[in-house]
């Protein structure tokens, strides 16, 4: 699902393995041997050495060694609770599965199905992530036995009554932004990289995006998110990592706190499970109408 949920439970979305402590660059920065070779190897394509080693550059480069290492799961199944809290600390929990397949060269496809409680029992949401053109998003209603499509200028809209919007649901892909590295610093005792994250997409809720990820694995640990007013809109934060197929690490909380409404939004995983033999066929509009 800031590419926040899907990147993590696919989630869409945020990856893996050990980076060296390296070099520093000319700003001071300290930088892994793997993000310097990835910058480097620009050089061959005519950009000069100090462009290279630019803010920018160095941010688009871990980028993609993030999503270098969470690449090969092929497909997930996950079954979670969703607790949902206003400003006075009444909340509400739902049950949800949520499957995910990965696609070559493409966003990953996502289905979601709720549970419980019974008004909200089988709907279903469908995602379909792209990297250069806008996500296809369907809901199923049960109720009014229809599906109905998500508009682009709509995915800013809140998923059923979440913190969550639609295009938090998305895979993470590197084409949806535009990156710079902002700092290094230490989070929750963990060095980690500080990223701006700015979104492509001119419908986009959010201007920007600051994520700080820890640099032995380049998980995600916290994310802000950033309104079209440029203010602070909500945070989300992701804990109790667990690591499957010895590669891919998934966090099992996730807790989307809006800022301006006081309203929070709790994400577990009790149950993952990866290659478990989905297809192309497990993800169709036909899909959400049986999915049970």
Do not use: C
Not at 105 to 115: A, C, M
Not at 224 to 251: C, E, G, I, N, S
């Amino acid at each position: 699902m800031a590419g926040a949920i899907a990147s993590v439970i696919a989630l869409p979305a945020f990856a893996e393995n050990a980076l060296s402590q390296a070099v520093s660059s000319t700003t001071g920065s300290s930088l892994s041997a793997r993000v310097v070779g990835s910058v480097a190897g620009s050089l061959s394509t005519g950009i000069t050495e100090s462009e290279a080693m630019t803010p920018q550059a160095q941010g688009l480069a871990i980028a993609k060694d993030r999503k270098a290492r969470d690449i090969g799961w092929q497909d997930s199944v996950a079954t979670l609770s969703m607790v949902l809290e206003n400003a006075q600390g009444e909340t509400s929990e739902r049950k949800l599965r949520i499957k995910n397949l990965e696609v070559a060269d493409d966003g990953d496809k996502g289905l979601t199905v709720f549970d419980q409680p019974r008004d909200v029992k089988g709907t279903a949401f469908l995602n379909f992530s792209h990297t250069t053109k806008p996500d296809d998003q369907w809901l199923y209603l049960p109720a009014l036995k229809r599906v109905k499509r998500i508009a682009s200028r709509n995915k800013s809209g809140p998923f059923m009554g979440s913190e969550f919007a639609y295009e938090d649901l998305s895979s993470f892909e590197i084409e949806k932004y535009t990156f710079t590295l902002l700092k290094e610093e230490s989070f929750n005792g963990q060095a980690s990289y500080v990223l701006e994250q700015i979104p492509t997409d001119d419908f986009s809720g959010y201007t920007r995006q600051v994520v700080w990820l820890d640099q032995m694995h380049l998980r995600p640990l916290k994310m802000d998110f950033y309104d079209r007013r440029q203010a602070l809109l909500k945070t989300l934060d992701f804990t109790d990592y667990q690591q499957y197929l010895d590669q891919y690490w998934r966090a099992h909380t996730m807790v989307m706190t809006n800022h301006q409404t006081g309203k929070k939004t709790t994400l577990t995983t009790h149950d993952l499970q990866f290659k478990t033999g989905l297809s192309e066929g497990d993800f169709s509009q036909h899909s959400l109408k049986r999915a049970r």
